[in-house]
T-cell receptor, first 115, second 110 residues
Framework: NAGVTQTPKFQVLKTGQSMTLQCAQD?????MYWYRQDPGMGLRLIYY???????DKGEVPNGYNVSRLNKREFSLRLESAAPSQTSVYFC??????????????FGEGSWLTVV | DAKTTQPPSMDCAEGRAANLPCNHS???????VYWYRQIHSQGPQYIIH???NNETNEMASLIITEDRKSSTLILPHATLRDTAVYYC???????????FGAGTTVTVRA
């Protein structure tokens, strides 16, 4: 049981390049999330998917797109990377929103540097 | 916006209990108290959560006051590997995000 798995773990991009961060969970969770964490700061929600087939914007969605490929997988795409998107990205998952006491579990993070 | 207040830092001796306080005076009746920790360069790790009653698991105990305005996370026997930033978070079951405040930086010393 791996929990939440993210790939790649490290990536360096040039400004303007595109890339996709992959995330998969094996906990049969309905809801999935993408967060970013800048140095010395807290986590900020980029996008979330409350259930398969739905996606919604979080606090900082600009410059990103997401795809909920199936129940297990939720990808984050940077169409034209910018230096301001240099950050650590965390994928997370939980039981469906509304389940009492549902808990969000995080992956280990993907370090992205845009030069 | 974070709905909790935590001390910025605390030290703890290895092998001793670490008691981490958290104030959440504006908590609503259907909101839970969650604790996470983040060890340097790792993803946030879920520790424990509770609604009204005290809770215990293999990692920690959570003590919630009767009025639910504050709580304490107890790490019963701190080890050096418990050095991390600990976050106390208030969240409802329908909340799609976790609001991480500054947390408490806990340093366990040998």
């Amino acid at each position: 049981n791996a929990g939440v798995t993210q790939t790649p773990k490290f990536q360096v991009l040039k400004t303007g390049q595109s890339m996709t961060l992959q995330c998969a969970q094996d906990m049969n969770h309905n809801s999935m999330y993408w967060y970013r964490q800048d140095p010395g700061m807290g986590l900020r929600l980029i996008y979330y998917s409350a259930s398969e087939g739905t996606t919604d914007k979080g606090e900082v969605p600009n410059g990103y797109n997401v795809s909920r490929l199936n129940k297990r997988e939720f990808s984050l795409r940077l169409e034209s990377a910018a230096p301001s998107q240099t950050s650590v990205y965390f994928c997370a998952s939980s039981d469906i929103l509304g389940t009492p006491g549902n808990t969000i579990y995080f992956g280990e993070g993907s370090w992205l540097t845009v030069v | 916006d974070a709905k909790t207040t935590q001390p910025p830092s605390m030290d703890c001796a290895e092998g001793r209990a670490a008691n981490l306080p958290c104030n959440h005076s504006t908590i609503s009746g259907n909101e839970y108290v969650y604790w996470y920790r983040q060890i340097h360069s790792q993803g946030p790790q879920y520790i424990i959560h509770g609604l009204k009653n005290n809770e215990t698991n293999e990692m920690a105990s959570l003590i919630i006051t009767e009025d639910r305005k504050s709580s304490t996370l107890i790490l019963p026997h701190a080890t050096l590997r418990d050095t991390a930033v600990y976050y106390c978070i208030v969240r409802g079951s329908n909340d799609y995000k976790l609001s991480f405040g500054a947390g408490t930086t806990v340093t366990v010393r040998a």
